[in-house]
T-cell receptor, first 112, second 114 residues
Framework: EAQVTQNPRYLITVTGKKLTVTCSQN?????MSWYRQDPGLGLRQIYY???????DKGDVPEGYKVSRKEKRNFPLILESPSPNQTSLYFC???????????FGDGTRLSIL | RKEVEQDPGPFNVPEGATVAFNCTYS??????FFWYRQDCRKEPKLLMS???SGNEDGRFTAQLNRASQYISLLIRDSKLSDSATYLC???????????????FGPGTRLSVLP
């Protein structure tokens, strides 16, 4: 089954404790993105990747890092999480530049 | 002006009603258009792509007006299960970095009432 898989689905942690949210897709898509969704602000892109080893900042990259060492994986790294990064996060992938995005189930992060 | 704007909502309609959502976009070079639905606390799911000639999928009809830069979604004979937030998504066209292309509208919430 074609899918985008994120882990964990839920995480409660404390300020400053490094964490990684994994994202994996099995559709051989070149493009992958990370979004965060907050009430009243909609979906905002954090980082994106156009292919292996090609990543760039989205609209709200501060406090986040990503890597794309393999085509299927695109982890989101919070080196020193802060409470303002409490949010619902989605990973997405798409086959081509004008193709629709396919989303993972989401990761709900709470930073205390 | 925001790049993608949608009806503010929420829309509360009775079962069986016809409901229409509108979305406007700012970049005339936009290349592709989509409607997604999102249930509360779930991931956005592709409802349908929007083609220049308009397209229909069962009870759902999407239309694109490039001259006026708007997209619409019509839902006929609405069901309780149609209750969700509907997101308009626009690929704003070529930019220096392709990953920035996709912009999501703020969404319009629909509640279908029994």
């Amino acid at each position: 089954e074609a899918q985008v898989t994120q882990n964990p689905r839920y995480l409660i942690t404390v300020t400053g404790k490094k964490l990684t949210v994994t994202c994996s897709q099995n559709m051989n898509h070149e493009y992958m993105s990370w979004y965060r969704q907050d009430p009243g602000l909609g979906l905002r892109q954090i980082y994106y990747s156009m292919n292996v080893e090609v990543t760039d900042k989205g609209d709200v990259p501060e406090g986040y890092k990503v890597s794309r060492k393999e085509k299927r994986n695109f982890p989101l790294i919070l080196e020193s999480p802060s409470p303002n990064q409490t949010s619902l996060y989605f990973c997405a992938s798409r086959a081509g530049r004008v193709q629709p995005q396919h989303f993972g189930d989401g990761t709900r992060l709470s930073i205390l | 002006r925001k790049e993608v704007e949608q009806d503010p909502g929420p829309f509360n309609v009775p079962e069986g009603a016809t409901v229409a959502f509108n979305c406007t976009y700012s970049n005339s070079a936009s290349q592709s258009f989509f409607w997604y639905r999102q249930d509360c606390r779930k991931e956005p799911k592709l409802l349908m792509s929007v083609y220049s000639s308009g397209n229909e999928d069962g009870r759902f009809t999407a239309q694109l007006n490039r001259a006026s830069q708007y997209i619409s979604l019509l839902i006929r004979d609405s069901k309780l299960s149609d209750s969700a937030t509907y997101l308009c998504v626009v690929n704003l066209g070529d930019r220096d970095n392709y990953g920035q292309n996709f912009v999501f509208g703020p969404g319009t919430r629909l509640s279908v009432l029994p």
